[in-house]
């Protein structure tokens, strides 16, 4: 439904470890996850990452396969597949702990909406690879931007708020969590961060809230807008902020405000309700992934 996307970033494995010392392996990372949500929402979407060629790459291919999410040529290689040990508390809230390397092949083009996000857009030598292709799609494709903060793997906000302020600069839309603007501006509030981002160029900055919902902002009209949560009986987090992104896109897809130039013209207008519709499909494709363990989003029939 509606147009191509590429997805650039990680995929790896979760190690999840459960308060009650129960261990699972989930397929995670947070652009697979985001990919594999546009795909169960309909949408034609292609993962370009790097895995290795063991028993988590063949998981993750398995785990793609299942919702017909192709991989872009170049994404295999011979090290070893990425992991992240998520230990969960018993609220189901997760902390990570991550074994990986990022690189990326050649990545391809004709997609009419590309997005990334995370560990991918900071870690080299990858983050290169991955801010170039940004550029260069942005001729002709909308652009998405999740910075999903991992201290573990990206030091001190210092280290990367400057990198991350320039993938913002370059994306149509971005999304983050409270979390992750706590971590990188040390607690300066939240519409603040949305007005500054908004100088930067996005077009829609939307900021998660947990299950208090999300902050909405539209630059060009200055407009900032509160968004109620859903209530949910929360199984663990893990993949809630992916799901939340793919929800994002996909009613900003549908309403024909991503894919391409003429779809940023769009989006620049008038296009609060539409904008404000998508994200309520986003806290309503979360509060499903969150009732349930692991990195599960909903297809598209769930939403009822």
Known sequence: MGART???????????????????????????????????????????????????????????????????PGSHSTNRTATAIATTDESGAAEYEFAMEWDLGAVPTGFQHVHTGSIAAVMQPGATAV??????ARATATLSYDPNSRPTLM???????????????LSDVVKASDEDIEWLYDG???????????????????????????LVYLPRADDMVSVEGRPAEVADTVG???????????????????????????????????????????IYTS????????AQPPRRDELV
Request: aromatic share 2%; net charge negative.
């Open 6 to 72: 590429l997805v650039i970033g990680e995929a790896l494995v979760d190690i999840v470890r459960e308060p009650d010392g129960a261990q699972h392996e989930h397929v995670g990372g947070s652009p697979l996850n985001v990919a594999v949500g546009l795909a169960r929402l309909g949408h034609d979407v292609e993962l370009a990452t790097r895995i290795g060629e063991d028993d988590h790459g063949r998981l993750i291919e398995e785990h793609l396969g299942h919702d017909f999410v192709p991989l872009s």
């Open 131 to 136: 801010r170039t292709a940004l550029e260069q």
């Open 287 to 294: 509060s499903i992934t969150v009732s349930r363990p692991g």
């Open 188 to 214: 300066t509030p939240l519409e603040e961060i949305a007005r500054l981002w908004g100088r930067l160029g996005p077009l829609v900055i939307v900021v998660t809230r947990g299950a208090d919902g999300a």
């Open 240 to 282: 809630a902020g992916d799901s939340f992104m793919s929800g994002l896109l996909s009613g900003l897809l549908d309403h024909g405000l991503l894919g391409g130039t003429d779809a940023r013209e769009r989006l620049a207008q008038d296009s609060r309700e539409p904008v404000l519709d998508a994200v309520h499909r986003a």
């Open 155 to 169: 030091g001190e906000p210092h280290d990367v708020r400057q990198e991350m302020e320039q993938l913002i600069g």
